[in-house]
């Protein structure tokens, strides 16, 4: 009797063995094949072997897996909408805090990159009010000063880094940043005391001294006419001649900064993008 | 004994299942074809075609044809289109479907010429179901180019009552587009500077070139006469440069209306092709889901 119910228990195991440990073969080389394709970066035939696995196989133990490097595939491909949708799924089917978290960092990454930052800010807000990320804080705040970067708000950028870290490259780089931006307002500003100073301010000196020498001329031309009496020609000049240029100035100074900013910030970003070591969103 | 019999059941059992579960064949014909299914009704066209073609060495036939088609037309892969439209076997029930189809593909390609050349030759002979669509589509041609129209009548026919409204004032449009003249802009302003502008709907921009031309020219007239000849010439010069500004504002107002009534009329066809689909049918390959 004692026989028997050993024997039928070593069957049981072996069948049960063997049925847990082989069913799922040709569904693993079919994961396994995708991970090869992803990882030689054909991510559209990665794309199209997850989803024939997903399909054929909707309740594998890959599918956060699959879903996730689908997620990432359309994100290499920048098909950032698609990229989040999947990584979406990825987190509804994860079945651990990691799993949960990874994802949710990934949607945030995709946000950064797609500049989508207001969203990336309220899910980073989100995980750190999670109990269960609160050993994680520094990794989210190293992607919220990469929201900051995309944000183009290197100031920012540079106090978060800081704030992990005060000596990495990233740190460096923003506060660099930060202090060769051009400030706007104190381009116009002294624009409106001197004309073509804030285009001087900027580094465009012919402009400044062209917008200088344009409203001398039309400043002088108005004064004499209400000097020589004529002050339907000074209304006229100075509404016409010398606002319509003076308000130029304006606009100058502040296009030229902004402008110069924009090839300050476009450099950072090519060297991040280019030469950058470290994690990129 | 019994444990060899439990035995034997065992093996049997489990080379069964290897060999159901091990060797899942995801490149099977019929595999590959319920996978394709899936992806054309998730909206990935793409991929369902890429399937869909690695069945055609195998199970040809004219609804995968016909899918493949759809696919590449509703991704924008117009000349992949074209050419499985093109291949929809005669006896097949996609084939005026397809024909149709092709129509829309010349319509989404803004090929015209290739509408009506396609109508004449393969559809105006038959008389199907889909006659009366593509003579729509043939005779809508006409409203995007600068050809000759047909007659009202003949262009009104294949339309039902419902859309003929619509469709006559699309015709009554294009026959008498309500473009201004950029010559007779330019001449007005130059007699009466900003009538061009007014003439061509710019109405307030006519009123302040009008006021700001005059203005600057008397100006300019009274600092001569009161011999001050270096302001007068710095306003004579701001009252040349507004008079040449208007007449080359008035003239770039004409073209700007015309290229919007333009625009604006285009798009209306497009948006109402579109609405109907092109008069293409709902295949229904997805109703099951």
Redesign the interface.
């Known amino acids: 009797m004692v026989f ?1 119910m050993k ?2 228990y070593i ?1 049981f195991l ?2 049960f063995f ?2 847990t440990s ?6 693993d080389e ?1 994961f396994n094949y995708a991970v090869r394709l992803y990882e030689s970066e054909n991510y559209f035939d990665t ?2 072997e997850l ?2 696995l997903l ?2 196989n909707s309740n594998n133990e890959y599918i956060y897996r699959a879903y996730e490097t689908i997620g990432k595939s359309y994100k290499q491909g920048t098909k950032f909408s698609d990229a989040i949708r999947y990584f979406t799924l990825a987190e509804i089917n994860a079945k651990s805090v990691d799993e949960i978290y990874n994802s949710r960092i990934e949607i945030i990454r995709v946000n950064i990159l797609r500049r989508t930052t207001g969203r990336a800010f309220k899910l980073m807000d989100s995980l750190e009010a999670d109990i269960r990320f609160y050993d994680k804080i520094d990794e989210i705040n190293y992607w919220r000063g990469w929201a900051f970067i995309f944000a183009d708000d290197w100031e920012n950028a540079a106090v978060i880094f800081a704030g992990i870290d005060s000596t990495t490259e990233l740190t460096v780089l923003a506060k660099k940043v930060d202090d060769d931006l051009y400030s706007v307002s104190f381009a116009k500003t002294i624009s409106y005391i001197i004309p073509g100073a804030g285009q001087i301010y900027t580094g465009e000196y012919i402009s400044g001294l062209l917008s200088l020498g344009w409203n001398v001329l039309w400043g002088y ?1 108005t004064i ?2 209400f000097i ?1 009496e ?1 002050i ?2 000074g209304i ?1 000049i100075a509404n ?2 010398w606002l319509r240029f003076y308000r130029g100035n304006l606009q100058n100074a502040e296009k030229f900064a902004m402008e110069k900013n924009l090839i300050i910030s476009n450099k950072a970003m090519n060297y991040l993008q280019f030469e950058f070591n470290g994690l990129k969103p | 004994m ?2 060899t019999e ?2 034997f059941f ?1 093996m049997l ?2 080379s069964v ?2 060999a159901q ?4 064949d ?1 490149s099977s014909p019929i ?1 590959i074809k ?2 394709a299914d ?2 054309f009704c998730d909206r ?1 066209y793409l ?1 369902a075609a ?2 869909y073609e690695r069945l055609i060495s195998s199970d040809v036939n004219d609804t995968l044809l016909f899918k493949i088609a759809l696919s590449y037309s509703i991704i924008g892969d117009y000349p992949f289109a074209i050419k499985y439209f093109g291949n929809i076997p005669s006896p097949s029930s996609y084939v005026n479907a397809a024909k149709l189809e092709l129509i829309k593909t010349y319509y989404l390609m803004n090929d015209y010429y290739g509408v009506r050349s396609f109508y004449n030759d393969t559809l105006i002979e038959e008389i199907n179901k889909y006659q009366l669509e593509g003579n729509k589509l043939f005779n809508f041609s006409y409203l995007f180019t600068k050809d000759e129209l047909p007659s009202k009548e003949e262009f009104l026919f294949p339309f039902n009552l419902s859309e003929k409204n619509e469709v006559s004032e699309y015709y009554d449009w294009k026959q008498d587009p309500p473009y201004k003249s950029s010559t007779i802009a330019g001449i007005m302003s130059a007699l009466i500077p900003g009538s061009g502008k007014i003439y061509a709907g710019e109405i307030g921009d006519g009123i302040v070139a009008f006021i ?1 031309t005059t ?2 020219s008397f ?1 300019a007239y ?2 001569f006469k ?1 011999g ?1 000849n270096t ?1 007068g010439w ?2 004579a010069g ?1 009252a040349a440069l507004f008079y040449a500004g208007n007449i080359y504002g008035s003239v770039a107002a004409a073209q700007v209306h015309n290229a919007k009534i333009t625009f604006e009329f285009n798009d209306g066809l497009n948006v109402f092709l579109q609405k109907n689909n092109y008069y293409t049918p709902a295949y229904g390959f997805c109703d099951e889901n």
């Open positions: 028997a024997t039928n069957i072996i069948i063997e049925s082989f069913a799922q073969n040709s569904f079919q794309v199209t989803k024939r399909f054929f031309l004499k006419s020589d004529r339907f020609d006229i016409f001649l | 019994k444990i439990l035995l065992f059992f489990t299942n290897h579960t091990k060797d899942f995801f595999n319920k996978f899936f992806l990935d991929r890429l399937e700001t203005v600057f100006i009274d600092n009161a001050h302001r710095v306003w701001v």
